[in-house]
């Protein structure tokens, strides 16, 4: 909904550069839980794929009324470092604490490959803002946007299970 209202480049770097602080506060989070005993870091990653899971589902059903109009009306005009700041400061705002950034912590904890994690997850993010802010009109047109969440919902489930069956052999 931003780039409806700004340049669709100075947006993408606003939401990158929030993804970016975001992403590295998850890395560094999810690193410390690495110095806890190994069973107890691989049930708490169980837990948060499944909590994972729960919110996509959550998200999902939510996201048909959703139209995202709370993000567009937050934005003033404005153009340049203004564009790049208020993209900034509105997704910063409204995704701390998100999904991506719950499973980047969980990621990091079970693999403790926090470089690795890092790269991943903030590529994603910026592949995912770059779509939206060029292409994201017609590709909600195409693709329900809930049938993503439930998309990521299955994944969490499955990572889940794996995590289960690890901590059971």
Known sequence: MLSTKYRPLLVWIGVGLAFAVQTTVAVLLGHAVTFLPDGVVKGVVAVMFLLGAVLLVREARSATADDGTEYAAEAKEAHGLQAVI??????????????????????????????????????ALLAVSGLAVVAGRALAARIPIHQLMYGGAAVCLVLEGLTLYEILT
């Open 86 to 123: 208020a993209s900034f400061l509105v997704l910063f705002a409204a995704e701390w604490g998100d999904l991506s950034q719950l499973l980047t912590i969980t990621l990091v904890a079970r693999y403790d490959a926090p470089v690795s994690v890092f790269v991943g997850a903030l590529g």
